[in-house]
């Protein structure tokens, strides 16, 4: 059974930094399309980054995020992270990990204000 649990949110000033923690059982994320997501109240879900299957797998980013924010895994640690930098207000949300944005975890929220 895949299992998807996601840490690290938490209340950021503008401008700062956090970074998303991404745990999988179940399933190696390695050997699967890793995503993160991302949903405020009263908008739809958007895909924010993802990483293909393997090792140089190519990584793609919402153009909103393009530059700030980062994603990789460990292949050791069997997790994905989410590097995010120069915080903005609309980072605002609710960030999920996803396995070839299929199964997605509970999610972890991410709050940016001064």
């Known amino acids: 059974q895949v299992q998807l649990v996601e840490s690290g949110g938490g209340l950021a000033q503008p401008g700062g930094s956090l970074t998303l923690s991404c745990s999988a059982s179940?399933?190696?994320?390695?050997?699967?399309?890793m995503s993160w997501s991302r949903q405020s109240p009263g908008k739809q879900r958007e895909l924010v980054a993802e990483?293909?299957?393997?090792?140089?797998?190519?990584?793609e980013y919402a153009d909103s995020v393009k530059g700030r924010f980062t994603i990789s895994r460990d292949e050791a640690k069997n997790k994905v992270y989410l590097q995010m930098n120069n915080l903005k207000v609309e980072d605002t949300a609710a960030y999920y990990c996803?396995?070839?944005?299929?199964?997605w975890g509970q999610g972890t929220q991410v709050t940016v204000a001064s």
């Open positions: 996803g396995v070839n944005q299929r199964i």
């Open positions: 179940g399933m190696e994320v390695e050997l699967n399309a």
């Open positions: 990483i293909g299957i393997g090792l140089g797998a190519l990584t």
